[in-house]
């Protein structure tokens, strides 16, 4: 009971009439580019087909829990590559749930060996509360009631109209990019007493990647910041792949959590990746930490052979 009053009083505070700080959050944000940054679609020049579920805060009633789907196909025309997908997302914390479906684009032009791309994100979000997951107390006496009028009564949902842009250049062993989302800042009106919005939020990204002499180790790192220029977020992370083939290492998201990654690709096109995050604050004591899975298949057309992943880092 007193985890599930900690997780409320924190999703109504943060929708209550109030910006939304942050899009759902993902530890293994360097290999899911496309769900910050449209210009990142198809950067591996193959088709994908990608997911991600989080389950946050394990053994807290009502944590977040979140779900990233993803599809794209590279393609040539007026002498020129470009990339095209499709992003479903559906975030749920409490009772209440955020659903978004878009189109993505993105253009390339190659700069000798290097690649500048530009990227646009269009669909549509929606947000929804169901009360009837929560457990109202009858009224004790006179003064206390058993329901609440800023909650509403069973489940309502309001959809809005949503954009974002994106930018990414990239080289052999580095990459930067910057986007922006909600540019229409997408409101919500729920109830009479309950609305939200959220704001635009901007993503800055990048990577390096240096080979060891002996060519069978590798050391990446990774770092993004994304804020809403009234608070922002930070992730750094650094891991070493082996034999082009497994990878181990951590993320850092400061005065928040540190996450242990994990995963695999395969030679057929198939990438597994798991992290787990550890809470650096309070919530280390209430909680059995965050789990994360990540899951994209990368294949080519036409007979043509060496489907394995190419990193948006090695390209």
Known sequence: MKNSLIVLIALVLSFYNVRAQYDAQASQYMFVPEVFN??????????????????????????????????????????HDHGVGVMFENDKAGMFSTQGVYAQYAFKYKLKKHVLSFGLNLGFMNQSISSDSLNMLEGLDDYHQGSDPVIPTGSVNAPAFDIGVGAMFRSKSYYFGVSAFHLTKPTFDLDDNVSS????VMYFTGGYAYKLPNNRFVILADAMVKTDFAAYQVDVSARVEIDDLYYLGLNLRPWNAVSFLGGVSLNNGLSIGYSFDLSTTQLIS??????????????????KKNNKYKSVRIL
């Open 197 to 200: 919005s959220v704001s635009p």
């Open 38 to 79: 449209p210009a990142s679609v198809t950067a591996n020049d193959r088709f994908n087909l990608m997911g991600l579920y989080r389950l946050q805060w394990i053994g807290m009633d009502g944590a977040p829990q979140t779900l990233f789907f993803h599809a794209s196909a590279p393609l040539h025309f007026l002498k």
């Open 286 to 303: 209430r909680t059995y930490g965050s789990h994360e899975v990540y899951l994209r298949y990368s294949f080519l057309l036409g007979g």
